[in-house]
């Protein structure tokens, strides 16, 4: 099946100081995909939507200053938490398209941002 | 995409079946009938997917009524790895969100007791 890698799977990092997660499809080429974030006992919540060669789109609230993504090939998108701060604690989650008929999504295995 | 209706929670005990309900009684006719399920500290993972037909594969079996107005997620025997938060999704392959985001409802945290 489709496989939706995230690295690093786990961060620690000092407030101030700016984190790159990445997200890669490993045997699909995904032109959208999607940035969530999410916090503990809630579900997942949208941050952006990332397409390949273009501007992410990103959702109201989200800064895009602040966290921004990079789509930079069909299998690789890049979400960079600039300046972080302890309220930026999350789990961030993404997600690529892979079966355009049913439109099935991947998702990956997440990583946990803890800001200290 | 139409809205689906879960329990919150449900328990089952492990090795005997579990059937997860799903109402979705505005479901479109290009509506596709997707489950997921989030373990602890993980994201999100495929379980099955299907439109009319009934549909098994190796994780679960899909059950989706002849109204298509409900579904039911099978696991045939239950183990301590399948306790997790299930998610019933519907995707409109011909709507306006179709290739847009997934939309996360509560889902149902299933528990597996020993």
């Known amino acids: 099946g489709a496989v939706v890698s995230q690295h690093p799977s786990w961060v620690i990092c000092k407030s101030g100081t700016s984190v790159k997660i990445e997200c890669r499809s490993l045997?699909?080429?995904?032109?959208?995909m999607f940035w969530y974030r999410q916090f503990p006992k809630q579900s997942l919540m949208l941050m952006a939507t990332?397409?390949?060669?273009?501007?992410?789109?990103?959702e109201q609230g989200v800064e895009k200053d602040k966290f921004l993504i990079n789509h930079a090939s069909l299998t690789l998108s890049t979400l960079t938490v600039t300046s972080a701060h302890p309220e930026d604690s999350s789990f961030y989650i993404c997600?690529?398209?892979?079966?355009?008929?049913?439109?099935?999504?991947?998702f990956g295995p997440g990583t946990r941002l803890t800001v200290l | 995409d139409a809205k689906t209706t879960q329990p919150n929670s449900m328990e089952s005990n492990e090795e005997e079946p579990v059937h997860l309900p799903c109402n979705h009684s505005?479901?479109?006719?290009?509506?596709?009938i997707h489950w997921y399920r989030q373990l602890p500290s993980q994201g999100p993972e495929y379980v099955i997917h299907?439109?009319?037909s009934n549909v098994n594969n190796r994780m679960a079996s899909l059950a989706i009524a002849e109204d298509r107005k409900s579904s039911t997620l099978i696991l045939h025997r239950a183990t301590l790895r399948d306790a997790a938060v299930y998610y019933c999704?519907?995707?409109?392959?011909?709507?306006?969100?179709?290739?847009?985001?997934?939309?996360f409802g509560p889902g149902t945290r299933l528990s597996v007791l020993p």
């Open positions: 997600s690529a398209i892979q079966d355009r008929e049913a439109d099935t999504q991947y």
């Open positions: 045997d699909f080429q995904a032109t959208t």
């Open positions: 990332s397409n390949e060669g273009s501007k992410a789109t990103y």
């Open positions: 505005t479901i479109s006719g290009t509506d596709y």
């Open positions: 299907g439109l009319t």
């Open positions: 999704i519907l995707r409109d392959v011909e709507g306006q969100n179709y290739g847009q985001n997934f939309v």
